[in-house]
């Protein structure tokens, strides 16, 4: 009953023939919020991101205001509008706090950003160069699904903070960091049949391949169903799995996502450690909330995964998810919402030689989900 493929060789794809855009990886994830003080303030106590730079009326922006986080390699930025006229303003009131820019690392800006403008795509913001005591620092982006953008961030002769016209902050999480690494995928929900159309956008405009596809039978319980294509470049370090609702008996959770976010947009932001025991102890202990599977999951854990090196008990305690794949396992666990909709969240995810998203554990996480729409009167 389970199909899935997975295409490890992206030369077997008819797209082949469209070079890929060259990444390096993501650079930043910004979002746009209803208020940044108190989202950096969640960030950088709740999940021990360092405050790195600082963006706003004292630096000169009289538009909005914006805070970069760190930790390893995942740079966060949160923004907020400084009047009604700000375009995050306007983000905010249509979809609530959220994702706004996928940014992508690269080393030449202007030709990602000119390729995928010649291959169609619709552009958001042209070339922006600067040029000074800082070094080089380039940006473009580029539309993709709801109001989302991809921004091509060059920074590779860059020494100043995070991009010109931030000013630098040291302010080190209480606690120290949680042992957030780096990202690992980030995934999007997209309206009822058209995750096909953003396949072939990814496709088509980035050189992306489908590097493993979801079927509703993969991911259905009783009420709830999706679909699911995860495009990657060919070095793997950009996933970006897309969701579309499926029809089931309830509503599915993509439905309510797209209700809530009124768009298409960022489901939720997969970030990797080296210790998923400790991170979510830590996590936890500073208040961040989780999606909680019932204890039988556990029973049977040993049988469905083989042996793992953590402690079940360990695991059980704190909720944490295993699935076992050929080339070895992983360990992850959800967050709730991180904001009032129902909408992004965020999954801490460690790899132990599996490279999948955690299928065997879908039925078990979307029963939880659903537990949690039910509450919310949206199932
Ligand atoms: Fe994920």
Same mark, same amino acid.
């Given at each position: 009953?389970?199909?899935?493929?997975?295409?490890?060789?992206?030369? =077997? /794809? &008819?797209? %082949?023939?469209? #070079?890929?855009?060259?990444?390096?990886?993501?650079?930043?994830?910004?979002?746009? *919020?209803?208020?940044?003080?108190?989202?950096?303030?969640?960030?950088?106590?709740?999940?021990?991101?360092?405050?790195?730079?600082?963006?706003?009326?004292?630096?000169?922006?009289?538009?909005?205001?914006?805070?970069?986080?760190?930790?390893?390699?995942?740079?966060?930025?949160?923004?907020?509008?400084?009047?009604?006229?700000?375009?995050?303003?306007?983000?905010?009131?249509?979809?609530?706090?959220?994702?706004?820019?996928?940014?992508?690392?690269?080393?030449?800006?202007?030709?990602?950003?000119?390729?995928?403008?010649?291959?169609? =795509? /619709? &552009?958001? %913001?042209?070339? #922006?160069?600067?040029?000074?005591?800082?070094?080089?620092?380039?940006?473009?982006? *580029?539309?993709?699904?709801?109001?989302?953008?991809?921004?091509?961030?060059?920074?590779?002769?860059?020494?100043?903070?995070?991009?010109?016209?931030?000013?630098?902050?040291?302010?080190?999480?209480?606690?120290?960091?949680?042992?957030?690494?780096?990202?690992?995928?980030?995934?999007?929900?997209?309206?009822?049949?058209?995750?096909?159309?953003?396949?072939?956008?990814?496709?088509?405009?980035?050189?992306?391949?489908?590097?493993?596809?979801?079927?509703?039978?993969?991911?259905?319980?009783?009420?709830?169903?999706?679909?699911?294509?995860?495009?990657?470049?060919?070095?793997?370090?950009?996933?970006?799995?897309?969701?579309?609702?499926?029809?089931?008996?309830?509503?599915?959770?993509?439905?309510?996502?797209?209700?809530?976010?009124?768009?298409?947009?960022?489901?939720?932001?997969?970030?990797?450690?080296?210790?998923?025991?400790?991170?979510?102890?830590?996590?936890?202990?500073?208040?961040?909330?989780?999606?909680?599977?019932?204890?039988?999951?556990?029973?049977?854990?040993?049988?469905?995964?083989?042996?793992?090196?953590?402690?079940?008990?360990?695991?059980?305690?704190?909720?944490?998810?295993?699935?076992?794949?050929?080339?070895?396992?992983?360990?992850?666990?959800?967050?709730?919402?991180?904001?009032?909709?129902?909408?992004?969240?965020?999954?801490?995810?460690?790899?132990?030689?599996?490279?999948?998203?955690?299928?065997?554990?879908?039925?078990?996480?979307?029963?939880?989900?659903?537990?949690?729409?039910?509450?919310?009167?949206?199932?």
């Amino acid at each position: 009953m389970v199909k899935e493929t997975i295409e490890r060789n992206p030369s =077997a /794809k &008819s797209n %082949s023939e469209i #070079e890929e855009i060259a990444i390096d990886g993501f650079d930043h994830v910004e979002l746009f *919020v209803g208020n940044a003080l108190q989202a950096c303030y969640y960030y950088h106590k709740g999940f021990g991101f360092d405050v790195v730079g600082f963006s706003g009326l004292e630096t000169g922006n009289r538009d909005k205001v914006s805070y970069v986080l760190k930790q390893g390699s995942v740079q966060l930025v949160v923004s907020g509008g400084l009047s009604n006229k700000s375009e995050i303003a306007e983000h905010v009131h249509e979809h609530g706090d959220g994702v706004k820019t996928i940014g992508f690392r690269v080393r030449d800006a202007v030709k990602c950003y000119e390729t995928a403008i010649a291959r169609g =795509a /619709k &552009s958001h %913001s042209k070339p #922006e160069f600067y040029e000074g005591k800082e070094g080089k620092f380039i940006q473009a982006s *580029v539309h993709t699904y709801g109001d989302t953008i991809h921004k091509f961030v060059q920074r590779q002769e860059f020494t100043g903070t995070f991009a010109p016209g931030f000013k630098a902050l040291d302010k080190k999480s209480q606690g120290g960091p949680v042992g957030l690494m780096s990202i690992d995928h980030i995934v999007g929900n997209v309206e009822l049949n058209k995750m096909e159309s953003w396949v072939e956008f990814y496709q088509n405009i980035f050189g992306f391949y489908v590097y493993q596809y979801f079927d509703a039978d993969d991911i259905s319980t009783k009420y709830s169903s999706l679909v699911s294509k995860v495009m990657a470049n060919k070095s793997g370090v950009i996933k970006m799995p897309i969701n579309e609702p499926a029809i089931g008996t309830g509503k599915s959770q993509i439905q309510e996502y797209i209700d809530y976010y009124n768009a298409g947009g960022v489901q939720h932001i997969a970030i990797t450690t080296r210790d998923i025991i400790a991170t979510i102890a830590e996590l936890k202990a500073r208040g961040v909330e989780f999606l909680t599977v019932p204890r039988s999951y556990y029973d049977a854990l040993t049988e469905r995964v083989g042996h793992i090196d953590e402690d079940i008990e360990e695991l059980a305690k704190l909720g944490i998810l295993v699935d076992r794949e050929s080339d070895g396992y992983l360990l992850q666990l959800f967050t709730k919402p991180v904001e009032d909709r129902p909408t992004l969240f965020l999954e801490i995810i460690q790899r132990k030689g599996a490279k999948g998203f955690g299928k065997g554990n879908f039925k078990a996480l979307f029963e939880s989900i659903e537990h949690e729409q039910a509450l919310r009167g949206n199932l």
